[in-house]
């Protein structure tokens, strides 16, 4: 038995103002403090208080949050016992608000014990919002959570299927001041989820779909995103991108790139979209050259690319000098 997840998705322009029709009372935003500084937090808020919620920020997130920063958050959520938790920001903030999630109705929990196996019913007193600022993790989408054990020096990848979001609001404002270095470094997550979503043992026909859209989307406007960020076309289409190679991993699974690009990333604390964008051409060129299944899988996105190619060697190979 199979099964596919996915959050109800509000998106393009004017996508924030579905803040107003939520139903309920509270809503505990977790973010960090360069969301709330850039003002992208003020645009949420405004929102909610159109709306009579009350509303309670954590901005204590960090780039790969740390285990200690999600058991403050739950015990910040508790105390405020909200209707809605959004996650506000890159992949760092919805894995945050995830886990925040749990912890919710599990104050026995330490965060690194959430695992699939287990029901947690959180539900019960909050649903889940995602409202990304980046296009890149496809976190919005997914019911993965990457969390970061200082101690360590270890990433740890957790969750379960209730962590997919109940609401991604993809709104191309929250993404328009993401300059040119961040746009590159999320671009190339969003690539490698699509391809390594769509090769993946455990992709079906219809996590194909998704991928291969996903794909074509970053080739064709994630350089125009990354020459001119107020391109609104493009912003969108890479949110649309960014969400849709989530769909396809976080439906499937991620591959070698991500493997060793969570690894290098936990130890020299380098952005994640850059590692995996590192890894990814290498990977590739592995597994071109130890399984022909795979190969013929890279083709077939080169192709639906519009890659110049013809053999299916050659096409495989075309879409990673594609990448590079």
Known sequence: MWMFSCPFIVYGEGALDYLGQIQGKKAFIVTDRNIVKLG???LVIERLEAADFQWEIFDEVEPEPS????KKGGTAVRRFQPDWIIGLGGGSCIDAAKAIAVLLVRPDLEPDSIIASDTYNFRAKARLMAIPTTSGTGAEATWAIVLTDTDNQRKVGLGTVECVPDVAILDPEMVAGMPPRLTADTGMDVICHAIEGYASTWGTSLTAGPGLVAARLVFKYLPRAYKDGQDIEARKEMQNAAILAGLSFGNSMAGLAHSTGHALGALFHIPHGRTVGLFLPYTMEYLINGSRETAARYAEIA???????????????????EIR
């Open 303 to 321: 192709r639906f690319c519009g890659i110049a190619c013809r053999e299916e060697e050659e096409c495989a190979r075309a879409l990673v000098s």
């Open 40 to 42: 992208l937090a003020r």
């Open 67 to 70: 285990l200690t920063t999600i």
